[in-house]
Every structure is written in C-alpha cells, then in structure tokens.
C-alpha cells in the first residue's frame, strides 16, 4: 500500500482518531496561580478546563530573559501514574528527565500539563491505577474514540491556550519522552501550528509491539491505525522539522519498528539520533534536543 504524506496523512489520521481541527479545540474557561519567583524564572499554575468537561493542571515556567519560543513539555509513563508534570519540570523524579526546566533555563516558556491519568488528574477508580487506565482506553473504544485522542484533544487545548496568551514567541514547540514522545508525535501530525519537535523514545510500530508481544500504553492502540499505515502514517503526516532518539538496546521500542517510522519521515525534515543506551535520555541527546527546539529557521538542526 502506497503512504499518504503531508495532508493526505494526516486527513486519514484525523478520521482515525475521529477529532475536530485543533484550532478549534479551545479552553472553555482558564485559572492562573502564581506560586513564585526564583533567581531565573516565575512559576505559576495553570488550570484549562477543556470541552469535554475536563481540566488540565500544568506548571508554566516563564524566564525573565524571554527567547522568542515556547514549548509544551509532556511527561513519561513509567507506570509512575503520581508522576505526570513535576517530573519535566524538575520537581520531583528522574533529574535526567526535567526537560522543562532544561529549556526554561536556557530561555524558552515551558508549559507543562498532566496528561489525563496521572498525578492530579489520577483516576482513583480502584487501587491498581494502571487497570483504571485500561478500563479508560476500553470505554473510549466503544464510544469510537481513543485514549491517543483523549490526549491529542488535550494538547490542543494548552497550545490553543498557548498561542493565545501573552504570546511573544515566534513558534510553539513540543518535546516529551516515552509516552510524551508518543503525544508529541501525533501533535505534530495533526497540528501544524506547532512549529517543531522532539520525540525522545517514543515510536515505534504496532507491528513491531505485536511481535515481541509488547505491553505498551493503552493509548497507542488506535482502531484502524494498523491497516492504514502504521505509525508510519503518524510521521509521514509530519511537515515540521523533528529530532528523534531512540535507544539501540530499548527493549519497548524494537529497533526495526524505530527504523520503519524514521524511514517514512520527510528526510529534509528529520534529525534522528540513534544512541547506544536503553529507553533513556542521555545529557547529550538532552542537549541536542534543547538546540533543535531553539533553531527559529525552518530547517532541521544538524
């Protein structure tokens, strides 16, 4: 079968996920908390509450010496469901991990939202979060929807919200790791307003998954995703430039799954770092990924 790129991809990944165009995707009300000032930057809390009847919480880190990019900051999985936003911005979990505050300090808007599940917005069904969020992903199901579009309607709000207020900024980036990478991936692909962005261990294909009999998230099992491309469709959707690494030794993303979802990336357009490691983000690969976010051009970062 033939791929679709650039907007014939995402027209088929918007079907798949069944959701509106993001830009109209808006906050239905906005809370601001400030919580405080430090030798660099003002902190704040942040409460969107979305169309669905949802809020999201996040952290938003504004430095005092403003550059002109602002940037979504996803968190990881991990099973670490009381985990979610204080871990980017480096409040609490893996030190390795606070690419929030990475970028903050080097002069960027960090935003930094729970994604639905984890720390404040916990399920609390039962005592076993990660059956609550199976039991989520299943009920979306029947209702034609998917988790990934739970999440992706998510980041619409905050970039809606982003791009709307107090915006000095020339672009609205996006970087998260593990599941975060996943939830940038498919940002990207269906919001082109979002300028560009950093997949840290965060693809991989469903084929892939299934033959090494992978417990991945739930939200990566998107209904029809599979026969209409892959997570292949997912980059070839992309328009933006993107910096992506992967892990040769990751044992969540098989390194020829990795491959065939680099493969269908716009090459003039993808900066792919294959390092040797596990499903981690070294401080080198950190370091280039905050550069590719920095870059203001329109071409990838070398």
């Known amino acids: 079968m033939m791929q679709a790129h650039g907007g014939a991809a995402r027209s088929k990944l918007v079907d798949l996920l069944a959701i509106p165009d993001p830009e109209t995707i808006h906050p239905s009300a906005v809370r601001r908390e400030h919580l405080r000032l430090d030798g660099s930057t003002r902190w704040d809390r942040i409460e969107l509450d979305t169309p669905d009847g949802d809020t999201i919480p996040c952290i938003l880190i504004t430095p005092h010496k403003r550059s002109d990019v602002d940037v979504i900051a996803v968190h990881q999985h991990a099973g670490a469901f009381t985990l979610g936003k204080s871990e980017p911005a480096g409040l609490a979990g893996d030190p390795s991990l606070a690419y929030g505050l990475a970028l903050a300090h080097v002069g960027a808007r960090v935003v930094v939202p729970d994604l639905v599940g984890f720390e404040e917005r916990q399920r609390l069904w039962s005592d076993d979060p990660g059956a609550d969020e199976r039991l989520d992903a299943l009920f979306r199901l029947t209702d034609g929807s998917s988790l990934q579009a739970k999440h992706t309607r998510d980041i619409a709000v905050v970039t809606n919200w982003m791009r709307g207020f107090d915006s000095a900024a020339s672009q609205l980036c996006i970087i998260g790791h593990s599941l975060g990478g996943q939830v940038a991936l498919f940002s990207l692909a269906l919001d082109p307003r979002i300028s560009r962005g950093v997949v840290s261990c965060g693809l991989g294909t469903l084929a892939s998954f299934e033959a090494a009999r992978i417990r991945h998230n739930p939200a990566w099992f998107v209904p029809g995703l599979r026969s209409a491309g892959?997570?292949?469709?997912?980059?070839?959707?992309?328009?933006?430039?993107?910096?992506?690494?992967?892990?040769?030794?990751?044992?969540?993303?098989?390194?020829?799954?990795?491959?065939?979802?680099?493969?269908?990336?716009?090459?003039?357009?993808?900066?792919?770092?294959v390092f040797d490691g596990g499903h981690s983000l070294p401080p080198q690969v950190l370091e280039a990924a905050v550069q590719h976010l920095l870059e203001t051009s329109r071409k990838p970062s070398q």
């Open 230 to 273: 892959d997570v292949a469709l997912v980059a070839a959707a992309i328009e933006q430039p993107i910096y992506v690494a992967a892990g040769r030794m990751d044992t969540l993303f098989p390194l020829d799954g990795v491959r065939e979802v680099l493969d269908a990336f716009c090459p003039e357009l993808l900066t792919a770092r």
